[in-house]
């Protein structure tokens, strides 16, 4: 397995022989920005069922077990800064060595860090949508009305509820998803950081891809199929990956 620094020097080594990278993301990338992930101990899981509170069934039935349950936990997400690990993988996009990003996260921080390319298959939380009308709100707005004890947030025209722009358990995947498959099958080399591959369908992507690493501190469901797995914190992991891309004169 060898030392962190050797892992990273591999890691470095099959980014500069792949003709086209693409990285997937998962809340483990944004751990160090202070959002707290779904299975590390102290994670979402263990202070809300998200299989519940961030349910598509159960909004439809009953919104309000969102906008008390689910809805405190997403409302600091919006405050957080990109860590080093969302630096690094913009820098890279910009080198050309990472062609795209692939996030679960709703968070936005790799837009921040300056990724432009970046694919968001479980939505985002910039806006809500009307569930009757489609009239969309901005996160914002939809924080202000359920901070005012709307709960649930509806529409001023039709009463209709409003329900965040990200997908919940249950919910069809968005357009991203599609481009995503696309985007990994095109893959030589596909990176994941900080995921359980827990999640469906995403946990479909590595499946497509030509070749496997993960960085990622726990297990995950495909550490069998990976050429290489790095078991670091992602901030780490990419300051060393940056600094040995810069020792080798291959970044600047
Ligand atoms: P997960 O919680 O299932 O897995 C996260 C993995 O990251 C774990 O295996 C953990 O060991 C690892 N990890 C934690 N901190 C790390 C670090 N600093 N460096 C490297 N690895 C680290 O998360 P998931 O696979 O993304 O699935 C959870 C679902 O919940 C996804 O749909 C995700 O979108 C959503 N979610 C998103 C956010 C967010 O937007 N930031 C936060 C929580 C959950």
Request: glycine share 8%.
């Amino acid at each position: 397995m060898g030392s962190l620094q050797e892992q990273v020097a591999k890691l470095a080594e099959k980014l500069l022989a792949s003709q086209r990278t693409v990285v997937l993301t998962g809340a483990g990338v944004s751990t160090e920005s202070g959002i707290p992930d779904f299975r590390s101990p102290g994670g979402l899981w263990s202070k809300v069922d998200p299989l519940y509170a961030f349910s598509a069934e159960t909004f439809v039935k009953r919104p309000e077990v969102f906008y008390q349950l689910g809805l405190p936990h997403l409302a600091s997400i919006t405050s957080a800064k990109p860590n080093r690990a969302h630096e690094v993988l913009a820098a890279l996009e910009k080198t050309g060595l990472v062609s795209c990003v692939v996030t679960q996260n709703v968070d936005g921080l790799h837009q921040q860090a300056g990724s432009s390319r970046v694919l968001e298959v479980h939505g985002h939380l910039r806006t809500a949508t009307c569930m009757e009308c489609g009239s969309k709100i901005s996160w914002d707005f939809l924080l202000e009305k359920v901070f005012a004890g709307q709960i649930p947030p509806r529409c001023t025209d039709c009463r209709g509820i409003f329900k965040p722009d990200c997908v919940f358990f249950g919910d069809s995947m968005p357009q991203d998803f599609d481009e995503a498959i696309k985007e990994s099958s095109a893959s030589e080399l596909l990176v994941v950081v900080g995921s359980s591959l827990e999640v469906a369908p995403v946990n479909y992507l590595p499946t497509v891809a030509g070749e496997l690493v993960i960085i990622n501190l726990g297990p995950t469901m495909a550490d069998h199929k990976v050429s290489l797995k790095v078991g670091g914190k992602a901030g780490q992991v990419m300051d060393l990956l940056w600094e040995n891309l810069m020792r080798n004169g291959l970044v600047s």
